[in-house]
């Protein structure tokens, strides 16, 4: 099991920037990739970018562009979101994925509002 801790989230104008940054502790060699997830509310929680130590990353197709995943190592997951806008608005989730079972953060909200 890997406890995830997020943190960056914050208000900001449409066309701003924020950088969202996960930590991780634990298993962390378990860890086959790392993904963040977001949810609107009333809306179902919906992938928005992964990657592999490796390098393999993939994007929702509304965020391609403009959000950038990283990590260092598993220890660290980042998410930098340029050009953000009001449909961005969410609780942000960290997500480890394992063989057999997922670890989650307890989520931190970015609210894009004028």
């Known amino acids: 099991q890997v406890s995830l801790v997020e943190s960056g989230g914050g208000l900001v104008q449409p066309g701003g920037s924020l950088r969202l940054s996960c930590a991780a502790s634990?298993?962390?060699?378990?860890?086959?990739?790392m993904a963040w997830y977001r949810q609107a509310p009333g809306k179902q929680r919906e992938l928005v970018a992964s990657?592999?130590?490796?390098?393999?990353t993939s994007y929702k197709d509304s965020v391609k562009g403009r959000f950038t995943i990283s990590t260092d190592n598993y220890r660290f997951l980042f998410l930098q979101m340029n050009n953000l806008q009001p449909e961005d608005t969410a609780v942000y989730y960290c997500?480890?994925?394992?063989?057999?079972?997922?670890?989650w953060g307890q989520g931190t909200q970015v609210t894009v509002s004028s």
């Open positions: 997500n480890a994925r394992h063989p057999i079972s997922n670890d």
């Open positions: 634990g298993n962390i060699f378990s860890i086959l990739s």
């Open positions: 990657t592999t130590n490796d390098g393999e």
